[in-house]
């Protein structure tokens, strides 16, 4: 596939860039649809939303660097081309968390009442900005045959995207793209449950993806490793597995308490 989208001039607009680019204008959209349910001010939510999704980026960034420096050291400039790929979701997730928690603790604002709130537009934002994978030529798995692409109803476009030096490899951008939409819509029926938790919204997102990663992780080609293991999936394991506990203690308090649908759960101070 043709990374670049349209070359003006000379500059290329590439693909990768402009599928990161749809995802987070649409999360942003969906998140501040959510916000205002709950009278959080649009300056507010855009700020947060602003310096999370510039924190995720610079995560996302430096996660994949470090399990890669000896592509960059010999040329450390190349670090700053982010269209070319090379973000890894676990270093977003992290850095993201942690530049909400900071700005939450701020204003005096239930931190994860906003992880809540994002979760649906995080995973559409996964979704999206995986098929910008699919442009770039990476993130594929193992060679796989022809057949068995087909067998399992995959559009061909994709299959013949994924035809690359004489063979044909696993779609797993596709995989996990598919699996993020699917997350979408659970996560937005999850949230539709009179006695949701505050926080296990965002426990039913962890456990969702972690799942899903973890399998089509063992397919990839390009996994960043630690020792003889998939990063991604030992990372996966234990996001799992905190989130699964995470879920069971909030399900432990009162029927009416800490209610996900309570709007009167937050404090904003200026």
Known sequence: MNPVMLSIGGFDIKWYSVLILL?????????????????????????????????????????????????????????????????????????????????????????????????????????????????????????????????????EIIIQGMYQNGHYYHPTFFYESLWCIIGVIVLILVRHYKYLKVG??????????????????SLRTDSLMLGGFRMAQLVSVALFVIALLAFMILSRKSKFEGLYKDQNNQEIRF
């Open 23 to 155: 995802g987070v204008i649409l999360g942003y959209l969906l998140l501040q649809k959510e916000a205002t349910k709950y009278n959080y001010p649009k300056d507010f939510m855009f700020n947060l939303f602003f310096w999370a999704v510039i924190s995720g980026f610079i995560g996302a960034r430096l996660y994949y660097v470090v399990f890669n420096w000896s592509i960059y050291q010999s040329d450390p400039l190349s670090i700053f081309k982010i269209w070319e790929g090379g973000l890894a979701i676990h270093g977003g997730l992290l850095f993201g968390f942690i530049s909400i928690a900071l700005y939450c603790k701020k204003y005096n604002v239930n931190t994860f009442k906003i992880t809540d709130m994002a979760t649906v537009s995080v995973l559409l934002g996964q979704a999206i900005g995986r098929w910008g994978n699919f442009f770039n030529g990476e993130a594929h798995g193992i060679e796989a045959s022809l057949e068995s692409l087909r067998g399992l109803h995959i559009p």
């Open 200 to 217: 296990q919204l965002s426990c039913v997102y962890l456990m969702w993806y972690s799942i899903g990663r973890f399998f089509i992780e």
